[in-house]
């Protein structure tokens, strides 16, 4: 009893099937077969991947615990994809930015109170990547950026000598 009222809240298809013991449907009977034609034309021009000759990563933060653990990731990261790290290091000094203000909105000018927010650094180099090397490997990092935290991402390309400039003559 339980497995008909399972097949009745099914596609009215099955439902139909079920209900017309007697008479054979096959519903699915006038789909066309067209044969698969072979590939005669092969693309001519193969699209080249770009190559880039630096990648720099600069990160900013609020906490310098959670700057260095990112960082670490992002090492390990492109470690396992093979990527060269050349360089990874942090400013000695965090970036301070003071803001003055007064306690009382009106008067008592010397009654004031100072804000100060500090913004640290630390940067990686890597080297030697393929364009979709590097795509994934940004993808990932930006996905697992924690709060916090900003990411600065500048590349070098290396591109083919344009035409108009002719090598030197002998």
Same mark, same amino acid.
């Given at each position: 009893?339980?497995?008909?009222?399972?097949?009745?809240?099914?596609?009215?298809?099955?439902?139909?099937?079920?209900?017309?013991?007697?008479?054979? &449907?096959?519903?699915? @009977?006038?789909?066309?077969? &067209?044969?698969?034609?072979?590939?005669?034309?092969?693309?001519? @021009?193969?699209?080249?991947?770009?190559?880039?000759?630096?990648?720099?990563?600069?990160?900013?933060?609020?906490?310098?615990?959670?700057?260095?653990?990112?960082?670490?990731?992002?090492?390990?990261?492109?470690?396992?994809?093979?990527?060269?790290?050349?360089?990874?290091?942090?400013?000695?000094? @965090? =970036?301070? =930015?003071?803001?003055?203000?007064?306690?009382?909105?009106?008067?008592?000018?010397?009654?004031?109170?100072?804000?100060?927010?500090?913004?640290?650094?630390?940067?990686?180099?890597?080297?030697?990547?393929?364009?979709?090397?590097?795509? &994934?490997?940004? =993808?990932?990092? =930006?996905?697992?950026?924690?709060?916090?935290? @900003?990411?600065?991402?500048?590349?070098?390309?290396?591109?083919?000598?344009?035409?108009?400039? &002719?090598?030197?003559?002998?």
């Amino acid at each position: 009893m339980n497995a008909i009222r399972g097949l009745w809240r099914s596609t009215p298809l099955v439902r139909n099937v079920i209900l017309n013991k007697n008479t054979l &449907t096959r519903p699915f @009977a006038t789909a066309t077969i &067209t044969p698969i034609k072979p590939i005669e034309d092969v693309p001519s @021009a193969i699209e080249l991947d770009k190559l880039y000759k630096r990648v720099e990563l600069e990160m900013r933060g609020i906490d310098p615990a959670v700057l260095l653990s990112y960082s670490w990731f992002c090492i390990a990261a492109a470690s396992h994809l093979g990527i060269e790290v050349t360089k990874s290091w942090a400013l000695r000094k @965090a =970036e301070k =930015e003071r803001h003055t203000l007064l306690r009382c909105v009106h008067i008592y000018k010397k009654h004031r109170v100072q804000y100060e927010i500090r913004t640290y650094f630390r940067f990686i180099h890597l080297q030697r990547l393929t364009g979709s090397t590097c795509d &994934t490997f940004l =993808e990932y990092i =930006e996905r697992n950026l924690p709060e916090g935290c @900003a990411l600065k991402v500048t590349k070098v390309e290396c591109q083919k000598i344009p035409d108009h400039i &002719t090598p030197p003559q002998e």
